[in-house]
């Protein structure tokens, strides 16, 4: 009877580590997360910002003058020229968004995995 009673604590003990083990994997991917929609919020703010530049450029004659700001210093640059960079960056920024959705749903997976890893824990 005593042999049995002493290693209860100690599975107890092995079960709280595991517990501890499952809730800091937890915490660490929903820090990820909520880097994550930071990230995705700045990128949606800059898309819209960009798809607004657009905009503007479209509505620019052919003969106005376009600049660039580069360092301190406008910068004389071709209409086209602009237009085409503006609409990379747009894509660029679209892709990365949706490399961050894919990213986004592939984390609240391993959370959901994670939550119920620790109720089997819990529950056994």
């Keep these: 009877m005593a042999s ?14 595991d517990l501890e083990s499952q809730a800091n994997a937890l915490s660490k991917i929903q820090k990820d997360i909520s880097k994550n929609h930071q990230v995705r919020k700045q990128y949606t703010i800059q898309v819209g910002e ?9 509505l ?4 106005a003058n376009v600049c660039k700001l580069i ?9 086209a020229e602009a237009k ?6 747009i894509e660029y920024i679209s892709a990365e968004l949706k490399r961050m959705d894919r990213a986004l749903k592939d984390l609240e997976e ?3 995995s994670k ?3 620790a109720l089997d824990l819990n529950g056994h």
């Design 84 to 89: 085409a960079n503006v609409k990379k960056r």
């Design 71 to 79: 360092g301190p210093v406008l910068v004389k640059q071709d209409l």
């Design 4 to 17: 049995s009673s002493s290693s209860t604590p100690a599975a107890v003990r092995e079960m709280q580590r």
């Design 115 to 117: 939550k119920e890893s």
């Design 110 to 112: 391993k959370q959901n």
């Design 50 to 58: 960009n798809e607004l530049v657009l905009k503007e450029l479209e």
């Design 60 to 63: 620019v004659n052919d003969e």
